[in-house]
């Protein structure tokens, strides 16, 4: 680079003009500022004004607060799209048939695979930061609004043909730690806000005291503790949401009690498994998203605490995932059915209102890996015939613990034998499905046509299923 | 990667079977163990007892302890070599004549761009790491062999097709700060020893008493902080070698005096440098290469002391290197000519004795390059007419500072005007070289072959000169 080069951009459409994107190019965008993010709509609207068509948006995964995308996509600025998932009334609108073309959902683990195969090439990333330096040195603990971890923007870095910083400040030279190297970073724009932190943990790390969601949380760690699995040494991941916090505070007391210290545990880290660290029980924290500020914290000042990559995280096709290392790891469900398979994405109603996440990911990588969900919400049943869309394959799921009893997949005899033997109350799956449906009698379908609005993605890449347009 | 997919290998012959390097192919190495790596001839010797041939070695420099290599060129096992530089047998043998096709020698900012154009495509990067997990995580501050900075292997990694761990300690998994990433690594083997400790620091560090060398020292400190340079949240690197070591020490006192802070040092870095860190007079510490224990021991524990890849130290072709950024740089010379040119590869004899380093990386990046330099080392002259062999073109450099006196570059008006309002003792270049023969006479010129042992690549990939065979 000639050194008098500037990397920096005086604004958003003259970095958009020096990226070279073209018409039908595709642009790529991470979701840690979750739904704090005021990037993704912010680019998108600066390249509708400068009259850009026929992009293909891959984002990490979309979230509520990118209803307007939908705005977009009617203009024709925005004709694909790839997301971990989606949410709200841009959920809704592609739901009902908005898209032209359907949207390809992926894992995280997947949207890496997607790019090593280059079935997506970012032309140009747009990724946003709290802080970089002038030449693009950048990390997402310094700053006003910091979102932690840079875990799925450092795909993107490697594969982008021009990756963009957007940056709230302009720090002094050289800005560490670099998360993001000068030499990966094309040009900078600084904006005058590229999130709302009060928004980035909106939803992850709810606690809960609802009696329910307690019963299920304990059972989930009884399920833990008692899988044979919880030995010294061993690692986790329990995610965020309400259910999650709750069964990482049963597991610890359980770790505090019988002196069972992990070696390290993954996410998704939320202030509940910084506490887990804090109390010695964890070794190391191995870090693809913060949750919330107290993990955002804890990884700018604990050299126990690693930033990781997503495809260091669950990437299938690479050289190694820190999934596939993974004892447990305790996930949700919108839906399991009969055969165990899980979905995370599409509601009862047919709608969208989900993300597969790391999911399928942890799945298949984790010795166990069991779901915990309420048997019903409000009158909708967890536990169905036929999941509504397949996000992770009944195979990769030990057991089902729900308020109403612990189902165990019949291909995990050892697990059955081991919870009978410690008297947790276990159920075939199809008693928590008769009793859900003696409660709250049977659901109605959805009402499907024939446009495919969304195609799941497996972590390999292959179609594991399809999302219909829902007709009403 | 198949989750049962192992990376460990048993023996350093498993490990070359399964990379799947073929007769012709490029094998690469980094130098940080320097003078006690023993990762190279361990892996060379195996492969010529593997019956391999005509591969192309790209070390990211060799040294004294790589002499035995002349074995494995007359073997007909390595055909080809890249390097910054090279000493001791190794270089005396292919300076008369030993290879058929000549060595090509690099900077180090020049290698990454070698590799980024893909003109050295390592088939196989073997990389030596005091310590790894069994997924690859790898540092080199953790272990017994530890070397620090990875900086030169960042780059291997990066681009190699395969990537080989040689690590003489297995940590628990995951091993962290991970340097190296586990998805970058395919196969990792287990040796007794990668290298001695003892002689990594070896040369690097020495401190000097010699009046002569100390005036030198003192010299160019006031060089560097009369040359408008010397501001509050400058940079600087001064290298390693008992004149940079001296020079570090002066400038320390000045920075004291003057409560004059640097923002960052780069380098190699020495235990030198980390005591300015330590009393407060640099912020942070931008490691490519640790140069001593003391070095090594800080990058571990202090937050404010990065290790940085050799692509963002100095490559031209990426999107941004540290040495584009500095301020000042204390260089070194075998030789320097009426023009400025700077030879740090051959000696008077023509026998190669250096390697090019980071030497032209930083002069053409630095605002202030400076060379320090006796004027006679016994009877050889450092000024001469034409230096035996170009690695740094003259308009690089600013001054050079010798015991004798200081030449100021006439390229550089505005410094000479500066340093001579401060009484420095300033002589025009060729007065340097008068003196020098009127004390030591006029040296011989070695006396050279047609045959071309060295072609010496300026850092963007130019020819910029080349080294003849020595005839005696």
Redesign the interface.
Known sequence: ?D?HYS?LCESLAVAIKRSGLANGGTISFHHHFREGDRVLLAVVGELARLGFRDLTLASSSLAEAHSELANYIEQGVIAKIYSSGMRGALADRISHGLMAEPVQIHSHGGRAALMETGEIHPDVAFIGVPSCDR??NANGVSGQTRCGSLGYALVDVDYAGCVVLLTEELA???N???SI??????LIVQMASVGDPSRIGVGATRVTKNPRDLLIARRAAQVLTGSGLFNE?FSVQTGSGAAAIATTRYLREQMSATQTKA??ALGGITGEMVDLYDAGLVG?L?DTQSFDLRAIDDLKTN??H?E??A??YA????????V??LDMVVLSALEIDLDFNVNVLTGSDGVMRGASGGHCDTAR?AKLAIVTAPLLRSRTPTVVEKVTTVITPGSDIAALVTDAGIAVNPNRPELHERLHALGLPLSPIADLLQRSIDIAGRPRSPEFGDKVVAVVRYRDGSVIDEVHEVLK
Chains 1, 2 share one sequence.
């Open positions: 680079m050194k990397k030449l693009g002094p030279y050289p560490h730690p670099a190297r000068q030499d990966r970073v094309n040494g070696a390290w190391r191995v050299p126990n690693h990781i990559s495809a260091e990437n299938p096709l690479g050289l190694g995932a820190y596939d290392e990588g």
